[in-house]
C-alpha cells in the first residue's frame, strides 16, 4: 500500500510578504491594527482608572519570573475574557498564541470531524489555506462589494447542503472592514443549526468599530461556536501575541490539549499585561484610543482618496484599520505593492492575496504624518499611471 502523495503546500502568501518586508520598509501599511502601544503607554492609560492595579504590576514587572504560567491562561486572564461575553464559562477559555493560534487549534480539533468546510471569502486567509493544506476541501462563500460585503445567508445554506459541516465567519471582516448585518447573522446561525454545523467566529477586529458600537458575538447565540479574538487589532497589542479561544468548556478542555502541542503555554509577561489591558476600565481607555487613531485617520484617508481624482476608490470600513481600495491603473495588484516597496519605501497588501485583483488593501491605523506620507507616496505612484502604456492590463502575463 501506498500513501497518498501530499498536496503542494500553500503559502500564506499575504503573511510571507508582510513578515519578509514590514520591518525593511520605511513606511508600513500593510497592518490591520492600530499604531502598537508601549508598555509605558498601557500603564499610563490605567493610571488614572486603575491606579491600584497598574502600580501593582509596575511594581512587580523587574522581579516578574519567567516561568511556564498556566498553559490555558492565567486564571485571572481567563476570568476576565470570559467577562466579555454574555454567560460564559471561564473555562470555555484557552490563551492563545495570538487569534492565529487560537484558528489554527479550531481547524485541528473540528477537521477531525468535518473535512468539508465553508468559509465567507474575502477573508483572512489562514484558515482557508490550512484547510486545503490539511487536505479538507473548501467550499467558498463570495461576498460581493456590489451587496456592501454583506453575505447572502442562502448562499450559507447551500453549502451546508453541498456538505460542509464548519463555516468561518469572519466579522468584522478582513479585509473589507464590513460588519456582519444582524438579521444576516441570525439567518445564518439558523442554517448552521438546521445541519448541525459548527461556526467558527474570527472575532479579532470587533472592538475596533469606527462608531464604537461593538459587533455582536457569535458567542451565546448557538451551542456550536468557537469564537476567537486577540489583543493585536482592537486592543493595539499584536506583539504580545496573545489571543483566545472561548466556546464550551468541552470544546476548550480539547483546545487546550493541543496548544499542549503547538506552544505549550502563552508567554507569562503577555499573560501579565494582557491581564491589566482587560481590567474593565483599562479595556475602555484603551479601545477609546484606538477609535480616536481609526476615526481621524479614516478622515485624512478619505480626504486622500477624493485627492486621487477618480483614480481609487473604496468601501468605507466599518471596523479595523483596514481600507480596501479599488484603484483604476489597469496594473495587477502585487506589481503595484512591488513597486511601492522597492521604489517607495513603502509596504501594502496586493489585493490578489484575497483574490481581489484590482485592489489594494492600506492599513491607516499608523501615526498620523506617517500615514500622509505613505499615502502620497502611493498617489505618486497610482497618477503616474494616468499616461502609462507600458504596463500590463490585470492579470495579463508580463
Ligand atoms: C481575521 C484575522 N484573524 C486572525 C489574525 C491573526 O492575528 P493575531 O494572531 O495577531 O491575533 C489576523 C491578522 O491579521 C486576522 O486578520
Request: hydrophobic share 40%; net charge negative.
Amino acid at each position: 500500500m501506498t500513501s497518498p502523495l501530499p498536496r503542494p503546500f500553500l503559502p500564506f502568501e499575504m503573511e510571507r510578504w508582510q513578515s519578509t518586508w514590514e520591518h525593511r520598509v520605511e513606511i508600513n501599511l500593510s497592518e490591520s491594527g492600530v499604531h502598537p502601544l508601549s508598555t509605558r503607554e498601557l500603564l499610563e492609560i490605567g493610571r488614572s482608572t486603575a491606579g491600584d492595579e497598574v502600580e501593582a504590576l509596575s511594581r512587580s514587572l523587574l522581579d516578574l519570573r519567567h516561568e511556564y504560567g498556566q498553559s490555558n491562561g492565567s486564571d485571572r486572564l481567563r476570568a476576565r475574557i470570559a467577562a466579555l461575553y454574555p454567560g460564559a464559562d471561564p473555562a470555555g477559555v484557552v490563551v492563545t498564541q495570538g487569534g492565529a493560534e487560537a484558528n489554527l487549534v479550531s481547524l485541528w480539533r473540528l477537521l477531525e470531524q468535518a473535512g468539508d468546510w465553508a468559509a465567507l471569502l474575502p477573508t483572512y486567509m489562514q484558515v482557508p489555506g490550512l484547510v486545503r493544506n490539511l487536505g479538507g476541501t473548501l467550499h467558498p462563500v463570495r461576498l460581493r462589494e456590489s451587496a456592501g460585503w454583506q453575505p447572502d445567508p442562502d448562499e450559507v445554506e447551500a453549502t451546508f447542503r453541498a456538505g460542509a459541516r464548519v463555516l468561518l465567519v469572519t466579522n468584522p471582516n478582513n479585509p473589507t472592514g464590513a460588519v456582519i448585518e444582524a438579521e444576516r447573522m441570525e439567518a445564518i446561525v439558523a442554517s448552521a443549526a438546521r445541519h448541525g454545523s459548527w461556526i467558527v467566529a474570527d472575532e479579532v477586529y470587533s472592538g475596533a468599530e469606527l462608531d464604537g458600537d461593538p459587533t455582536p458575538t457569535v458567542f451565546g447565540q448557538y451551542p456550536r461556536v468557537i469564537c476567537t479574538h486577540s489583543l493585536s487589532k482592537a486592543y493595539g497589542l499584536p506583539g504580545l501575541r496573545l489571543g483566545w479561544a472561548i466556546s464550551s468548556p468541552e470544546m476548550a478542555a480539547d483546545l487546550w490539549a493541543r496548544t499542549d502541542y503547538t506552544s505549550i503555554a502563552p508567554a507569562t509577561l503577555s499573560d501579565a499585561l494582557a491581564t491589566l489591558a482587560l481590567e474593565p476600565s483599562i479595556r475602555s481607555g484603551v479601545l477609546k484610543r484606538t477609535r480616536s487613531i481609526l476615526n481621524a485617520n479614516r478622515a485624512l484617508f478619505g480626504e486622500w482618496v477624493d485627492s486621487l481624482e477618480g483614480r481609487a476608490r473604496f468601501h468605507p470600513p466599518e471596523a479595523g484599520a483596514i481600507a480596501l481600495v479599488n484603484y483604476r491603473a489597469q496594473v495587477p495588484s502585487m506589481e503595484i505593492a512591488e513597486r511601492l516597496r522597492a521604489d517607495f519605501g513603502v509596504l501594502v497588501v496586493a489585493g490578489s492575496h484575497f483574490g481581489l485583483e484590482g485592489t489594494l488593501r492600506l492599513g491607516f491605523g499608523n501615526p498620523a504624518e506617517e500615514l500622509q506620507e505613505g499615502l502620497d507616496r502611493i498617489g505618486t505612484l497610482l497618477r503616474s499611471y494616468d499616461s502609462g502604456t507600458s504596463t500590463p492590463p490585470h492579470g495579463a502575463p508580463s
